[in-house]
Nanobody, 113 residues
Framework: QVQLVESGGGLVQPGGSLRLSCAASGFTFRNYAMSWYRQAPGKERELVALISSAGSSTNYAESVKGRFTISRDNAKNTMYLQMNSLKPEDTAVYYC??????WGRGTQVTVSS
């Protein structure tokens, strides 16, 4: 039913940028607030950013404020996470999430020189 597929992860140098995408299907995407989570090795999963259904309101974890931007294109049923000024501490598996949905496979982001 509900499907959320993350993509765009990879290896990037500190200070670099990366853009993640989340392709949604199986529900009316424009009616739901969405979020990005991440989980680093040996750490608990944490909320990174939230965006309202229309994309007019956003919230960020303190650790990524000023560096990451969450956005969405409801016409394409897609959500994005633009990550700039990346740090090694940003290394994690990144997941997109809809309230009540199961966790998907995520996409790996590795920040290393």
């Amino acid at each position: 039913q509900v499907q959320l597929v993350e993509s765009g992860g990879g290896l990037v140098q500190p200070g670099g940028s990366l853009r993640l995408s989340c392709a949604a299907s199986g529900f009316t995407f424009r009616n739901y607030a969405m979020s990005w989570y991440r989980q680093a090795p040996g750490k608990e999963r944490e909320l990174v950013a939230l965006i309202s259904s229309a994309g007019s309101s956003t919230n960020y974890a303190e650790s990524v404020k000023g560096r990451f931007t969450i956005s969405r294109d409801n016409a394409k049923n897609t959500m994005y996470l633009q990550m700039n000024s990346l740090k090694p501490e940003d290394t994690a598996v990144y997941y997109c999430r809809r309230r009540g949905s199961d966790w998907g496979r995520g996409t790996q982001v590795t920040v290393s020189s």
